[in-house]
């Protein structure tokens, strides 16, 4: 088995695990995960700086800024105190928005004589406001979201695997 193989397959098993993962912890394993990546990102950057330093006698003020960044949010993240639940809720608040938007373009449609195409604008945005506001205040939906977003990644996960041993690539 080749490296590259190799690689694919763990790449495969970790998202499994993660997609579990999500799938019971929800958002609190993203926390951990994207503040165990951006330290990572954190380490990198100061390394690219160092090296520069050395290199050049000049520190980029670039790689300090994402350092600096990258190791705040991440140690911010691992300790609880900002959660990716944030960042998912202001994309719920955007898709009601976008609903809200659909729907009354819908209207427009609708009464600029495209029946068919205004009914579904229609449709649509009121689903997406329905979803919105059901992620938004039903607990039980919230739950249900984080489990079926957490199978979605495991069964990339599986995909990717799949693919190493069939050497085509998932899109």
């Known amino acids: 088995m080749d490296n590259k193989k190799l690689l694919t397959i763990v790449e495969g098993a970790i998202t499994i695990v993660l997609g579990v993962l999500i799938a019971v912890f929800g958002t609190r394993t993203l926390d951990l995960y994207f503040g165990i990546l951006f ?3 954190a380490a990198f950057f100061l ?3 160092l090296v520069s330093l050395i290199k050049t006698k000049l520190l980029p003020f670039g ?13 911010v993240l691992l300790l609880g105190q900002l959660s990716f639940g944030f960042v ?3 994309i719920v608040l955007f898709v009601i928005a976008a609903g809200g938007a659909l729907a009354l373009y819908g209207i427009y ?6 029946l068919v195409y205004g009914i579904g604008q229609i449709v649509l945005g009121g ?4 979803m919105g506001i059901l992620y938004l205040t039903v607990p039980e939906f919230h739950v249900a979201f984080w489990i079926i977003v957490g199978v979605l990644v ?4 599986v995909l990717v695997i799949v693919s ?8």
């Not at 790689?63 to 140690?75: E, Y």
């Open 39 to 41: 330290v990572i990102g």
């Open 47 to 49: 390394t690219i700086a």
């Open 88 to 90: 998912v809720y202001l």
């Open 63 to 75: 790689s300090l800024l994402a350092f600096s960044a990258l190791l705040t949010f991440g140690v």
């Open 154 to 157: 495991a069964v990339y996960g």
């Open 164 to 171: 190493a041993f069939t050497g085509k690539k998932s899109k």
């Open 109 to 114: 449609t609708l009464i600029a004589d495209n």
């Open 127 to 130: 689903l997406a406001i329905t």
